[in-house]
């Protein structure tokens, strides 16, 4: 049973780039969740998607987009990259219906912005 | 005042002995709550999940949740080396939806 995966495992971008980072849930779950880490800090909620569309949205500005394909796996673009992107990016999935059930994630993606 | 708040350590303990790990937060509606263990450079595993006042174990690991306080810990029984990670606190603040919002978490060693 294939648990979350996630692509590519490290990025190295410049400033003013674009980057998209890609999900796979684990099988039986239907909705992703996409976090951002930075360094010695707890992951941040940038957005989930459910049933194709985006179901919640943290405080990410718009340079921060996804989308989810109808097998669920679901993409991360980010537009004109800063230096402050740089972290680790995690991709989580969890079933939609049992809204009570935890997440799990995938391995992450390091972005590095140079 | 942050939505869930954790010491963040370092917290040393002796192989053997019990690590205390302590987490508030603010949202009262709060409905869920996590606790999930990361190793350096890796991503979060799940360790723990409670919905209810009260205790529950599993192996090791006990999760405690006090509603009323608005706090939540994991206590580590037989601490061992293999136990030494960052461990964050999760909770889900709204309530029916899936959104978490994590600590900075708690970075735990154990000393042989």
């Known amino acids: 049973d294939a648990g979350v995966t996630q692509s590519p495992t490290h990025l190295i971008k410049t400033r003013g780039q674009q980057v998209t980072l890609r999900c796979s849930p684990k099988?039986?779950?239907?909705?992703v969740s996409w976090y951002q880490q930075a360094l010695g800090q707890g992951p941040q909620f940038i957005f989930q998607y459910y049933e194709e569309e985006e179901r919640q949205r943290g405080n990410f500005p718009d340079r921060f987009s996804g989308h989810q394909f109808p097998n669920y796996s679901s993409e991360l673009n980010v537009n004109a990259l800063l230096l402050g992107d740089s972290a680790l990016y995690l991709c989580a999935s969890s079933p939609g219906r049992d809204r009570y059930q935890p997440q799990h994630f995938g391995d992450g993606t390091r972005l590095s912005i140079l | 005042q942050k939505e869930v708040e954790q010491n963040s350590g370092p917290l040393s303990v002796p192989e053997g002995a019990i690590a205390s790990l302590n987490c508030t937060y603010s949202d009262r509606v709060s409905q869920s709550f996590f606790w999930y263990r990361q190793y350096s450079g890796k991503s979060p595993e799940l360790i723990m999940s409670i919905y209810s006042n009260g205790d529950k174990e599993d192996g090791r690991f006990t999760a405690q949740l006090n509603k009323a306080s608005q706090y939540v810990s994991l206590l580590i029984r037989d601490s061992q080396p293999s136990d030494s990670a960052t461990y964050l606190c999760?909770?889900?603040?709204?309530?029916?939806?899936?959104?978490?919002?994590f600590g900075q978490g708690t970075r735990l060693t154990i000393n042989p």
């Open positions: 099988s039986g779950h239907d909705t």
């Open positions: 999760a909770v889900n603040p709204i309530q029916g939806a899936q959104k978490l919002v």
